[in-house]
């Protein structure tokens, strides 16, 4: 299984590829994904800025997180926040579609994921986020309203956020002995569990001292 469940919290990483958003749209439609209207007005825009090489660890925060009632677009991104979770590039939406199939999602627990990134103004000038769904008539790349005040009526909503970022050219500029494997995954199950990315690294460094 490419991705964890925790604590109502779904994680992975994606790495990009430097694919422009028409780039996105060619690819995507040839492996029989949708891409809607909205979503291509989205990747073709300007705001739409994609990196290559750039590895992200995805921490996607399931609607059941929150209450019917306060389960609205700005106090989600108050709860990342909090976290010291990172704004993602919009890109991550074109990953994620891809990376999984309608069948894993809905193993998730989920039938949507929205892609918390710097909304884009659609077609008709108004702010969007990319968003995966599992629809019965296929796979797609669509978009939701990105306003500040929007509520999210369906506990089965995702909401994906970047808890870190590191980048193919910072990799290669680390030591010879990078940080073991066992204590990079502590260091994410901190993140998953709760602590910020401040507190991770002050955990770890507790642990490395036990060792």
């Known amino acids: 299984m490419s991705y964890t469940i925790k604590h109502n919290l779904i994680s992975f990483s994606v790495t990009s590829n430097g694919l422009s958003g028409k780039e996105w749209i060619t690819r ?3 492996k029989g994904f949708h891409v809607g209207d909205y979503a291509k007005s989205l990747l073709r825009s300007d705001d739409f800025k994609p990196t290559n090489g750039v590895t992200t660890e995805i921490a996607i925060l399931k609607g059941m997180f ?3 009632d306060e389960r609205i677009t700005k106090n989600i991104r108050s ?3 909090r976290r010291e979770w990172i704004t993602p590039n919009a890109e991550i ?3 994620i579609r891809e990376m999984f199939t309608d069948e894993e999602i809905e193993d998730m627990g989920l039938w ?3 892609a918390m990134h710097k909304s884009i103004k659609d077609s008709d000038g108004n702010p969007n986020l990319l968003s995966v769904y ?3 008539d296929g796979r797609w790349l669509d978009t939701t309203s990105g306003y500040p005040d929007d509520g999210w009526w369906d506990r089965e909503y995702g909401f994906a956020f970047a808890v870190s970022q590191v980048s193919t050219k910072s990799l290669e500029s ?3 002995s990078p940080l073991p494997l066992e204590l990079r995954e502590f260091w994410k199950a901190c993140v998953i569990g709760g602590k910020t990315p401040k507190q991770a690294d002050e955990a770890m460094k507790a642990l490395k001292k036990l060792k």
């Open 28 to 30: 995507l439609e040839s």
């Open 66 to 68: 929150f209450e019917d």
């Open 79 to 81: 709860e990342a926040n």
């Open 93 to 95: 939406a074109c990953l």
């Open 112 to 114: 949507a994921i929205i």
């Open 134 to 136: 599992r629809i019965d």
């Open 174 to 176: 680390q030591p010879s």
